[in-house]
T-cell receptor, first 114, second 112 residues
């Protein structure tokens, strides 16, 4: 039973380019969460999605960031026109349902903006 | 807003020693989670606590859910080099979701 799969593991983008981060949840999990981690800090919640629905995006920056979890395929976190401050590790977690408080995390995508 | 404060921020101990760390908040939570993160990896769930006063073990790890529901403690007994990493406490922002608040972490280094 594969865990939460994120790709790519490392992503380098120039300022102004777009970054697309993918997350495939664990089998049977329909809830996906995205978190951002800056160096030497804890994880900060960004967005919570279920299939085809954004449930809570209160942690997402208002501009340039978007997320989706389509009916088929992985969840995507998209960052448009990246800036140096977007450099961070982005983690995806999944859980089986609203009672699944024990979210399981992927290995993360480390985004570096140059 | 809701915030989790972990202490100590870092620890450097000798192999074989016991370790204690804690997590406090001014808010009440119904669930406390402890994760470990190793370099270049995502957090891995160690222990989940669901009831005030609960004491739960996972091998050499023991965690407690504070009776006030505003704190939690993690103990590691007889530390070994592979215990090295960052330990995070976490709690759900709202009931019954995986939308978590994380502490800032306790970095543990173990000297063989």
């Amino acid at each position: 039973n594969a865990g939460v799969m994120q790709n790519p593991r490392h992503l380098v983008r120039r300022r102004g380019q777009e970054a697309r981060l993918r997350c495939s949840p664990m089998k049977g999990h329909s809830h996906v969460y995205w978190y951002r981690q800056l160096p030497e800090e804890g994880l900060k919640f960004m967005v919570y999605l279920q299939k085809e629905n954004i449930i809570d995006e209160s942690g997402m920056p208002k501009e340039r960031f978007s997320a989706e979890f389509p009916k088929e395929g992985p969840s995507i976190l998209r960052i448009q026109q990246v800036v140096r401050g977007d450099s961070a590790a982005y983690f995806c977690a999944s859980s089986p349902g609203t009672e699944g408080l024990e979210a399981f995390f992927g290995q993360g995508t480390r985004l570096t903006v140059v | 807003g809701q915030q989790l404060n972990q202490s100590p921020q870092s620890m450097f101990i000798q192999e074989g020693e016991d370790v204690s760390m804690n997590c406090t908040s001014s808010s009440i939570f119904n669930t406390w989670l402890w994760y470990k993160q190793e370099p270049g990896e995502g957090p891995v769930l160690l222990i989940a606590l669901y009831k005030a006063g609960e004491l739960t073990s996972n091998g050499r790890l023991t965690a407690q859910f504070g009776i006030t529901r505003k704190d939690s403690f993690l103990n590691i007994s007889a530390s070994i080099p592979s215990d090295v990493g960052i330990y995070f406490c976490a709690a759900p922002r709202s009931s019954n979701t995986g939308k978590l608040i994380f502490g800032q972490g306790t970095t543990l280094q173990v000297k063989p």
